[in-house]
């Protein structure tokens, strides 16, 4: 049993299956159980329980997979500690961003940290899904979501809060929603999906109430929802920060303050797959993801 052989091991393991195994190696699945099986017979134990859709570690698998991870990321870190010797932090980095909060507010946060580390090569992806950080294209992942999934490990970056909002000269000729059943009698721009019933959640002090709504006019481009709420078509209901410039510049107003609305979730999370080596290059865009974020919460909760 040799380094690279525990560094194959591992990837199996976090893979999921045979099948995941193999896209990832660029092996045939034949291979990939080829080569798994050569590395039983070396070690004369069983290391998984092969189906046709996960793997299960037997006790023999699990112990060799903590000690191979270990020397995988030992190794991992070698390599980048001589690569970087005499020059600049630099890698290759995928993060996939929700399609408005990544738009409308993080694309600054990534151009600035493009600037202090120009070395870094950043592939940005802008999706809503959960699924593609089960594959490895992607190294970190923004979501908002109600809870993390299980399976990832998550930092907590913000709250988010949607607001019922219209702009001024949709208020001024036509009465906003002052009740949670009034947001039923509006023509309701949201992102949902346009024609299909939408599951909303409603807290208050006094307890937590649910709607169902029918969006008039439904986008996952949150600017495109701006646009539409300032063009006087209808009744906003979408994060704060949309419309958070336009409200301070009076353009926009808003209804319902007392309810804490919530359309896909109320918090924002970063996340990643446990296990997976984090290079340099990770772990400081991480941080400084992390930071921002948190200096964003502090700025919109002074407003």
């Known amino acids: 049993m040799d380094a690279q052989s525990l560094a194959f091991f591992v990837d199996i393991v976090e893979a999921g299956n045979l099948s995941a195994a193999a896209r990832n190696l660029k092996m045939s699945r034949a291979n990939v159980s080829y080569h798994l099986a050569q590395l039983e017979r070396s070690v004369g134990m069983q290391l998984m329980r092969r189906t046709t859709r996960r793997v299960e570690l037997t006790e023999a698998g699990e112990r060799l997979y903590r000690h191979g991870r270990v020397i995988r990321d030992e190794v991992f870190a070698a390599r980048e500690a001589m690569a970087t010797l005499g020059r600049g932090l630099h890698g290759s980095l995928r993060i996939s961003l929700p399609t408005g909060f990544g738009h409308m507010v993080m694309s600054d946060w990534l151009i600035e940290f493009k600037r202090g580390y120009p070395d870094i090569a950043l592939d940005v992806l802008f999706d809503n899904r959960v699924d593609d ?14 809870e993390p999934p299980q399976q990832m490990v998550a930092i907590e970056l913000a709250e988010v809060r949607y607001v019922v909002c219209a702009s001024a000269g949709y208020a001024g000729g036509q009465p906003l929603p002052r009740t949670l059943e009034g947001l039923a009698d509006v023509p309701l721009i949201t992102s949902g999906v346009s024609g299909r019933d939408l599951r909303v959640s409603a807290y208050r002090a006094d307890g937590r109430r ?4 029918h969006p008039t006019l439904a986008s996952e481009n949150f600017q495109f ?7 006087d078509l209808g009744v906003g209901l979408v994060p704060d920060y949309v419309v958070a410039r336009d409200v301070a510049d009076r353009q926009v107003v808003t209804a319902l303050s007392d309810w804490r609305l919530s359309v896909f979730g109320t918090r924002m999370f970063l996340l990643r797959m446990p296990g997976r080596y984090q290079t340099l290059a990770a772990r400081t865009l991480i941080d400084f993801v992390v930071g921002k974020a948190r200096a964003w919460r502090e700025q919109s909760g002074a407003r």
Not at 133 to 146: I, K, P
Not at 225 to 231: Q, S
């Open 133 to 146: 950080l089960l594959r490895d294209e992607v190294d970190v992942a923004v979501r908002v979501m109600s």
């Open 225 to 231: 929802l701006r646009e539409a709420v300032l063009a």
């Open 210 to 213: 649910e709607l169902t709504l």
